[in-house]
């Protein structure tokens, strides 16, 4: 199981599309302490995997702290940051403190492109010494990239760049019109660039050695199966089932792109929250309406109830971006 937690609300950054609208602190983020109790809940509860993210996690006075706490709750804390405040002496300090891996974001092979998007004068430079810093340091890293129409043609670069620059997985990110990027939601992808996509991310696959994973686009799971390509994921969607995420204030939602509260760990334990809160409870029932209900790979899609949400108010409704026409009645 795997949580992610937005440990702040400032950013060094003020990319075009954060979900978080993120760039200044929150007035009251969690402090230390409050990280640290979380931090044992968060164990307590089963979860193996804890992502620090932001906002600029990097940005936290005490994630050292937070990260070897993390640890020695025998917990694997992983990263997700935009590399720029990686240093080869922060990459040092973040293995030593029990970092495990981290996922630093990168958009295009054009440096111009990803600063533009990112809206930082180099952006690219400051992702790709991270990168280095990371590789010298011995601490593996991931390229996670968010795709858009005008990078779409890029990806298969992007994985030769991830291969070359020694990252060990490229992770590849679907828009879903939240925080600021309900402002660019005209450039994220169309159902048949997304449904092309997914075939062209699953064919690289089977001919690159690190692994590729498509995230808010569930329905690779059904077109890798398709294709007859093996995956070590089990499901699509895993919001709610196998996954949550906790704001800088203690907010626990499904998934990043998902903006509905199932409580706060300021008010009601996180065990409680995981354990009882109504959302967590229908998403797991997997009674999905329209076409994700009947379809022949419910059980390994799911999919993306964030963005059946946006479009539909309803985040058991069917999934608006899918074109599988084998699902039984349609």
């Given at each position: 199981m795997i949580v992610s937690w937005n440990t702040t609300n400032a950013c060094n950054m003020y990319c075009k599309h954060c979900y978080r609208d993120a760039g200044v602190k929150a007035a009251d983020e969690l402090n230390t302490a409050e990280g640290k109790a979380l931090i044992d809940q968060i164990a307590t509860a089963g979860f193996k995997i804890m992502i620090f993210?932001?906002?600029e996690p990097l940005m936290r006075d005490d994630i050292f702290v937070l990260v070897s706490h993390a640890r020695e709750k025998g917990l694997r804390p992983v990263f997700g940051t935009n590399g720029v405040l990686i240093t080869e002496k922060t990459a040092l300090k973040l293995k030593e403190s029990g970092a495990m891996a981290m996922g630093i974001s990168l958009d295009s092979t054009n440096p111009e492109k990803h600063d533009q998007f990112r809206a930082?004068?180099?952006?690219w430079q400051g992702a790709t010494k991270g990168m280095m810093a990371c590789r010298e340091a011995g601490l593996p890293f991931q390229i996670h990239t968010t795709v858009m129409d005008w990078n779409m043609d890029e990806v298969e670069k992007?994985?030769?760049?991830?291969?070359?620059?020694g990252a060990i997985a490229h992770h590849i990110f679907f828009l879903v019109p939240t925080g600021r990027a309900v402002d660019i939601e005209e450039e994220s992808l169309r159902a048949e660039q997304y449904e092309e996509l997914l075939h062209r991310i699953m064919k690289k696959q089977t001919d690159t050695k690190i692994e590729l994973k498509p995230t808010c686009a569930p329905q690779f799971m059904r077109i890798a199966a398709q294709m007859g390509i093996k995956t070590r994921f089990s499901k699509g969607c895993l919001a709610g089932l196998s996954y949550c995420i906790i704001s800088p204030v203690g907010v626990v939602q499904p998934c990043a792109y998902l903006n509905i509260s199932a409580g706060n760990v300021r008010e009601t334990s996180f065990i409680e929250i995981w354990?009882?809160?109504?959302?967590?409870?229908?998403?797991?029932?997997e009674k999905y309406s329209g076409g994700c209900g009947v379809c022949d790979y419910k059980k390994i899609c799911g999919g993306c109830r964030a963005r059946a949400y946006y479009y539909?108010?309803?985040?058991m409704a069917e999934e608006p971006w899918c074109l599988y026409h084998g699902r039984k009645g349609y």
């Open positions: 993210s932001g906002g930082t004068p180099g952006a992007l994985t030769d760049f991830a291969v070359d620059i354990r009882d809160a109504e959302i967590f409870k229908k998403l797991r029932t539909h108010n309803d985040y």
